[in-house]
């Protein structure tokens, strides 16, 4: 009897894989989903929530299926149940109004949108007009601009608005930005507006938050050495997008934006050497975990951790989730 030869596998193409670091999770995103986990424990389900807690599909599920329900507005929401405000901040209208319904909420603005709310306040209390660097539409700049009254904010989203950009009478300027921002583009925006306006201040990152900063300097390395860089995250987050951006620019061949490994079309592997991952500041590291498994699967994987910072920042909790 012939016993038939094994057959061989064939060897799985090399492929270096890069990690960025950091990537994922920012403190403010942890919190923000650590404050509807808590609440929902506290308070039994349904806990709501105005707007995506964070922009995440895999997250926004998950919280779902604990409990959560995800409205657009308060008139959605009834009056006996508490209710949490998305990390990306509302306008103070919104707790107002809740404040007037005796509703219990609790507040999921990630800190550092909260201090650029204050230091809008800070401006306008001083007599400037404010022109605000970010996104028409995205909840963060529409947080931001009703924080004070109508008309007491510019907002700015290119170089051509800059340059088009008329000040109302003579009234001092200040400015400040989304938080989530490309570093590079805003710099372009702000000497624009520098040249026109010689008194504002000279530009600088404090706005654009550290976890936003640190991820796009991650993905700058990526760009400089991989062909491919794969970002992990949804198409309204607005930090992930721009890691794609990022990479681009850095060099990368090609860039993608993924909600998870399930997305990914594996002909864009072709001609590469070296792929770069990594993950914007709402998305899960689970994510970057499976879409590692799934690359294991095709190719024999070199999977190098890319040195970059390694943050330790954390936000405490409103007291009354914590007592």
């Known amino acids: 009897m012939t016993v038939p030869a094994p057959v061989r596998q064939p060897a799985k193409p090399s492929l270096t894989v890069r990690l960025a670091t950091p990537r994922g999770f920012c403190a403010g995103v942890d919190r923000a989903i650590q404050i509807v986990e808590r609440a929902i424990e506290k ?13 995440n599909r895999h997250v926004v599920e998950r919280l779902k299926a604990m ?4 409205v ?6 009834p009056d ?13 209208s919104v707790p107002a109004t809740a404040r007037a319904r005796e509703m219990l909420f609790l507040d999921a603005t990630c800190p550092l949108v909260s201090k650029v709310h204050v230091e809008a306040e800070r ?24 924080q004070l009254p109508a008309g007491a904010i510019s907002l700015i989203e290119t170089v051509a608005d800059a340059e088009n950009f008329q000040r109302p009478g003579d009234t001092p300027l200040a400015y400040a930005t989304q938080t989530t921002l490309s570093v590079d583009d805003t710099a372009e925006v702000l000497a624009t507006l520098k040249r026109r306006f ?3 201040p000279d530009p600088h990152k404090e706005d654009i938050c550290y976890a936003t900063t640190n991820r796009q300097e991650a993905v700058k390395r990526l760009g400089q050495g991989c062909e491919l860089v794969l970002v992990v995250g949804s198409k309204n987050s607005s930090n992930s997008v721009r890691l794609v951006e990022v990479a681009l620019r850095a060099g990368a061949r090609d860039a993608r934006l993924v909600d998870d490994a399930s997305q990914v079309d594996w002909s864009w592997m072709e001609g590469v050497s070296t792929l770069g991952i990594t993950a914007g500041a709402s998305a899960p590291e689970r994510l970057i975990e499976e879409l590692v498994e799934a690359v294991r699967a095709r190719f024999d994987v070199e999977l190098v951790e890319d040195a970059g910072e390694r943050e330790t920042v954390t936000f405490k909790l409103p007291r009354v989730l914590t007592a």
């Open 67 to 70: 409990g959560a329900i995800f």
């Open 123 to 146: 401006h306008h209390a001083a007599g400037r007009h404010i022109v605000l660097i970010g996104h028409a539409g995205h909840p963060e700049v529409v947080g931001t601009m009703g």
């Open 80 to 92: 006996d149940r508490p209710v949490v405000f998305s990390a990306h901040g509302v306008p103070k």
């Open 43 to 55: 308070y039994g389900a349904p806990v709501y929530v105005r707007h995506e807690i964070v922009h």
């Open 72 to 77: 657009k507005e308060l008139d959605d929401c």
């Open 198 to 200: 010689p008194e504002l």
